[in-house]
């Protein structure tokens, strides 16, 4: 068994991913349901090409039949993971994907002994959510053991791609998220603020908590049961958050999001070439114990989308030859069962992608 599916090649992050693996010699099948765009773009990367809708198992399961791995590109992934999964348990391939829904790790995790049973990896979040600050998390777990507090934040020059902008829609009546004594709560949007020190000239930044991946992921990479995640933000953009919060009921009428998604997709491109190439993120993390001890750390890193193709194809890689080889002692080579990022690959996975910097402060 060998190749690689990209499923949701034609969209914005699934096309950048598309053109890397193509230039790096992975010969992935493209697949999707938009037949005359992905046949489109499979004719200019000359790749084979499948079209095949989600509610199309029987196709599907064809399509995944002689695969390795897919990369499932094609979000909302709260309305799309299910039955990529189901149908990758089905016919033992592997499944990787871009989300950076909480939601999602949750609901993916459910299925990990079923996954295990069947052979399959299931590891969701290999893009910008949320491979660095998962690696970041477990670096910092390594640093102070006894870690019972978690604080993650990013900054990064992003840009929206209109995936990433109807994700957004999606989960605006959500509310915020934490962790407490291993438990994921619900908090208000945007609760707590801060002021973080991200280096590299990017000192005393605000910044509010949001309800990144990590409240999910860090908890199984790490074991650490209190953790809080932030995004950097101005205080206008924190009250805009918070008004949001209080508009959940309007926010939640299917109709309201649908309007606002199409609103997207007439007026959204995604960050250009220059931007890509450009542009910079950074991540910072805090670990504290019991006796009050703490380790900081953090990361700067290519532009999000950049970041993101490069993250992505590093865990494809990994997979694929994974799934090829055995290890020295015959055993499996590739865990099974629900991972996540540096869970599989461990902390230094962010440290394979060309322009990442890592230092630790305390």
């Known amino acids: 068994m060998s190749g690689l599916v990209i499923y949701g090649s034609y969209g914005y992050t699934g096309s950048l991913i598309a053109e890397a693996a193509v230039e790096r010699g992975l010969d992935p099948v493209l697949a999707g349901r938009e037949r005359q765009t992905l046949e489109s773009q499979a004719a200019r990367l000359r790749c084979d090409a499948e079209v095949v809708g989600l509610d199309e198992p029987k196709v599907l399961d064809m399509v995944l039949s002689d695969a390795a791995a897919v990369l499932h590109c094609a979000g909302p992934f709260s309305r799309t993971w299910e039955p990529m999964v189901d149908a990758c ?6 499944y990787l994907d871009i989300t950076g829904e909480l939601s999602v790790f949750e609901a993916i995790r459910e299925r990990s002994e079923a996954a295990a049973d069947a052979g399959v990896l299931l590891l969701p979040g290999v893009g910008f959510d949320v491979v660095p600050t998962d690696c970041l998390a477990a670096h910092l777990a390594q640093r102070l053991p006894d870690a019972e ?11 929206v791609s209109p995936g990433t902008a109807k994700t957004m829609i999606e989960h605006l009546d959500a509310g915020g998220a934490v962790r407490r004594d291993g438990v994921i709560e619900q908090v208000p949007s945007a609760h707590e603020t801060r002021t973080v020190d991200f280096g590299w000239g990017h000192d005393g930044v605000h910044a509010a908590a949001i309800p990144w991946g990590d409240v999910s ?3 199984y990479t790490t074991g650490i049961p209190n953790i809080t995640t932030y995004m950097a933000m101005p205080k206008r953009a924190v ?19 649908n309007a606002l998604q199409w609103t997207i997709d007439q007026t959204t491109d995604g960050p250009d070439e220059d931007d890509r190439a450009e542009g910079e993120s950074y991540v ?3 670990v504290r114990n019991g006796d009050g001890d703490r380790a900081v750390s953090r990361l700067r890193c290519p532009h999000t989308y950049a970041l993101t193709v490069e993250t ?8 694929l ?3 090829e080889s055995p290890s020295d002692n015959g055993e499996r080579a590739l865990p099974v069962g629900f991972q996540t990022p540096a869970g599989a690959f461990g902390p230094d996975l962010i440290l394979d992608v060309d322009g990442v910097e890592r230092e630790d402060v305390v």
């Open 284 to 286: 910072w993390g805090e």
């Open 149 to 159: 507090t978690l604080e993650l934040a990013f900054r990064a020059e992003i840009g």
């Open 217 to 219: 992921t860090a908890y």
């Open 89 to 94: 348990l089905r016919t033992g391939t592997h």
């Open 239 to 257: 009250r805009l958050q918070r008004a949001a919060g209080l508009l959940s009921p309007v926010l939640s009428v299917p109709a309201v999001k």
């Open 312 to 319: 992505a194809l590093a865990t494809v890689q990994r997979v």
């Open 321 to 323: 030859d994974g799934a």
